[in-house]
């Protein structure tokens, strides 16, 4: 929010933020204290809340306030000590906050749990408890402490330069995504692509990454709007949680990527976010052993099952470059947490620009009278999916083809309606763990089907370097084994 | 590694860890800085590999070794900057990190990336790409640096104080988990109670939290084996590396609790792990809404999900403190990532002390002849089946009532042969949003079965704040619930 006010808002509003000293053990704490000081952040003032006691005992630095003091200049803060039951002291420490620049303010405040209740104060045990019997007398203390009960007769003043009305709807991509069918590109190149599209169409378009907008394609974006681009480095918590600041309060549209896998280490933060009813987008590239060489370090296998858990979220998984930038267009405009899979490896062109993707409707990419089973993939599973169909109608026999677009919301209805038709088969092949993907999100969607079954193509253990086809094959979800599969069920 | 060389196994081995500088930015890094200064681990070494580069642009500090150094100095480790390139003042540096006592050292090696590659030095745009056409010179120049490249001559010297072996095989609980039928228990009560049961059979298991252990009760453990519990504080990231850390090389047997929905906060952590072949247990408390008034932030509703996609994990969802204590048993001798999911209500106890509660086992509580629904569910939730089941029998309809106890490996037989003795028809009702949890670990065990239909009650939004029964009836997921699902399933 800081970096929202000081950069793309250019007002000057400040922003305040007060953390528990119990919680300033969380590394993301950290991580937002070397961000807020390298982009001197001078608007923005952090206050700890040094009450030296956590929940189950003292924390490990109590009220040594001269540690803290230490690592908050370290890490470049203008830093005070005060008491921090002292209006007086606290309201100087805020005025010279507003005074200094080119550095955050952290406002040290020495504070006693339960201060002025008799019994209670600087007490262990009484964390998140009601204090029952001694409510009465603990009331009492806290009124007989208010020395000034009525009106206090002051007005804060507003700031000065306020932040203008901004218009956050109805994006577009400033020019239709036009590929040479003949093509072959990564859905990553193409997020890129579409990011400078819609930056070139709406200003409060923003993106940011950690380091590593070479691989994820937002370096396009940096390089087109240097100026609504945010580096956030090798900090996954604060890069979400910039993310989620600079989307708060409907001042800009957030757009957060760096490997699909990376965001695992965010995944509170996501959480809490939609807990928070946040707008934001996230773009996770790398997915899955496609990558090939870097190994499962590197490899997504899980993002697909973190997003879908994420309540109200919409989860994006496009197969090629056009519905890629469909679905940056699409996310744009989307409320809640929004999700982009994109995948490392160059792809076919499978749509034009006038093709209408929508969230929640699949597409069925190749179909016969005659089809036996339906083959449900994604980017480089759809493809494996249709070379499979190639090989299988040498042999004669055809398959349908689905590409769901959206895992969550996924169209379960042309799901059901074409298994419907291809006798109640279905094979689901995805370049991700079993659990909590594209198979489950299509065992969920038949569930309440009888004589539809599913079966589901995965990787199913933790898979080791090597060339993007070597490992498609190994793990079970490449042309081949999609062919074996369909003939295995077949002969059943 | 580093704690349980010096406060478990007592042995002079030393423990040494490399931090790229781009990595440092992590905050999970800071969180390890401060828990190391905390308990004095003078046998501990860190090197920052200050290369100034990241992937995409250098990093923030570039090379500011003064910056890094008062970051070091600030979190209360003994740090030295020196050239990292210059191997006789990185001997010195790690003699003299032998020396030092009560703290653990920082070198901070200054280094230039592709060191002594003409044309790639200290350049962007290196960061793991193949060198190609500049391989051969670069080769060149590394070989030309080599100044000794015969036998250098020297041993090393083993530890003179050894780690003992150690047997971490066939632990059991040191009783029976015998409880009085009529008791009530909340299952994180009863895995305090086991893991103190455990701890007594086998000196290696350890315990470790993060500042919750008067909720999780893992409390019960430190004040039985206080040499044996390490308190993590608020850094779950770091709770879950020391857990790790303590697990390798089998010197001990880790149990790492906290609340549930902040284990998220490690998620990345136990990605690696597994990819790591670790061995860790994790034990998370306050699952879903039926925790109250403490609100979502606190409830884990996507924790089943986190776990299920982790390969190799084993998923315990006790539903009462006697197979809590069983799944604190199998979990203690299987490998792999183990997660044992805790709930705060006091519950009803199920089981006997001599039932043969398994991994992949579910356990049919309720059964007769005419039952028209199985209904699966999990500690609360199965409460709420078994209630369900009463009301609905006044009306003469009989459901069959399924504990699955693990949630992963899920006992695939078992539903589907119950299933299909109650007309096909499943309802899963969990606490817990409704990807990647029970429901789906049920459709997915069901997928490959015509005849069979799954309906899952699930917690399907952000939920608010509120009564546990108000909330269980709020949400969808009460007895009342379950007997709107049962007659309207059997109304179709």
């Known amino acids: 929010m800081a970096y929202t006010g000081k950069y793309i808002d250019k007002a000057d509003y ?15 704490v950290w991580e937002a204290m070397a961000f807020s000081s390298f982009y001197k952040l001078d608007n923005l003032v952090a206050i700890f809340d040094v009450n030296r006691l956590g929940q189950s005992e003292p924390t490990s630095l109590q009220h040594d306030m001269d540690v803290y003091r230490k690592r908050a200049e370290a890490f470049g803060w203008n830093t005070s000590v005060v008491e921090g039951h002292d209006v007086e002291a606290l309201s100087k420490a805020f005025y010279d906050a507003s005074t200094v620049k080119g550095r955050p303010t952290c406002i040290l405040a020495k504070t006693f749990k339960g201060k002025g209740i008799p019994g209670i104060e600087d007490e262990e045990n009484w964390h998140g408890k009601p204090l029952a019997a001694k409510s009465e007398a603990a009331i009492k203390a806290i009124e007989d402490n208010i020395s000034n009960k009525g009106p206090h007769g002051l007005t804060p003043k507003s700031p000065s330069n306020q932040a203008k009305a901004v218009n956050i709807s109805n994006i577009k991509l400033s020019e239709p995504p036009t590929y040479d069918k003949s093509a072959q590109v990564a859905t990553r190149a193409a997020y890129g692509t579409a990011l400078v599209k819609i930056g070139k169409n709406n200003d409060r378009v923003v993106a940011m990454d950690g380091d590593t907008k070479n691989s994820t394609f937002s370096i396009k974006f940096k390089e087109a709007f240097p100026d609504r681009f945010i580096e956030c480095f090798i900090a996954e918590q604060n890069l979400v949680g910039v993310g989620i600041g600079c989307g708060t309060r409907g001042r800009t549209v957030p757009f957060i990527s760096t490997f699909a896998c990376f965001l695992s280490r965010a995944f509170d933060q996501i959480r809490m976010g939609a807990i928070s009813q946040t707008n934001a987008n996230f773009v996770g590239s790398h997915s899955g052993v496609s990558i090939g060489e870097d190994g499962p370090s590197q490899m997504a296998l899980e993002d697909l099952s973190m997003f879908r858990s ?19 267009e699409l996310a744009a405009n989307t409320p809640g947490v929004c999700f982009i899979r994109t995948s490392r490896p160059n792809c076919p062109i499978l749509y034009s620009p006038d093709d209408n993707l929508q969230i929640g409707k699949a597409r069925v990419v190749r179909k016969s009278d005659s089809d036996k089973v339906t083959v449900i993939g994604c980017c480089v599973t759809l493809f494996e999916a249709l070379k499979a169909a190639d090989k299988l109608a040498i042999d004669g026999v055809n398959i349908r083809v689905i590409d769901p677009f959206t895992i969550k919301p996924i169209d379960a209805e042309t799901i059901r309606s074409n298994a419907k038709e291809t006798g109640g088969k279905i094979i689901t092949v995805e370049d991700h763990y079993p659990e909590g993907g594209l198979g489950e999100a299509v065992c969920s969607a038949v569930a309440c089907c009888r004589d539809i079954t ?11 370097s090597g060339k993007s086809a070597e490992l498609l094959e190994k793990y ?17």
Chains 1, 2 share one sequence.
């Open 476 to 492: 079970g979800i490449s042309a081949n084994c999609i062919v074996k599969a369909v003939n295995q069920i077949l002969s059943q």
């Open 310 to 328: 994420i309540p109200g979220s919409t989860v994006f998984y496009p197969s090629d470059a056009v519905s890629t930038e469909r679905a940056v």
């Open 14 to 28: 400040r922003v305040f933020c007060i953390i528990g000293d119990g919680e300033s053990a969380e590394g993301s």
């Open 454 to 464: 599913v079966k589901k193509l995965a990787v199913q253990e933790v898979p080791r």
